[in-house]
């Protein structure tokens, strides 16, 4: 069994940051994969950003340069600094891991493993 625990949301201006945590039970580079995705009331699960055992790095559109998706190996944690914020982004934000050397890292039903959630809220 993995255990996946987010941590830093919160609420925050539009414009601000959070940085985002989640710590894993066990070492990082066992999964293929590791993602952050976020779920908005009434919306579907998205995916915000994944980063591979390479390091090879993936982010959605809205988010492509605002968002920065990085691991401490050390510490068996996957962060997510989000800056300038916006309403829009106002979610709960999930980790996510996979085994699977395959997985399209875009579709949430391939990851293996997923955290509580974190929620994040923006005001205008």
């Known amino acids: 069994q993995v255990h996946l625990v987010e941590s830093g949301g919160g609420s925050v201006q539009s414009g601000g940051s959070l940085r985002l945590s989640c710590g894993v039970d066990?070492?990082?580079?066992?999964?293929?994969?590791m993602g952050w995705y976020r779920q908005a009331p009434g919306k579907q699960r998205e995916l915000v950003a994944s980063?591979?055992?390479?390091?090879?790095?993936d982010y959605a559109d809205s988010v492509q340069g605002r968002f920065t998706i990085s691991r401490d190996t050390a510490k068996n944690t996957v962060h997510l600094e989000s800056d300038n914020l916006r309403v829009e982004d106002t979610a709960i934000y999930y980790c996510?891991?996979?085994?699977?050397?395959?997985?399209?890292?875009?579709?949430?039903?391939?990851?293996?493993?997923w955290g509580r959630g974190t929620q994040v809220t923006v005001s205008s």
């Open positions: 996510a891991a996979t085994f699977n050397s395959v997985a399209d890292l875009r579709k949430w039903s391939d990851y293996d493993y």
């Open positions: 066990r070492n990082i580079f066992d999964f293929n994969a």
């Open positions: 980063i591979n055992v390479g390091g090879r790095t």
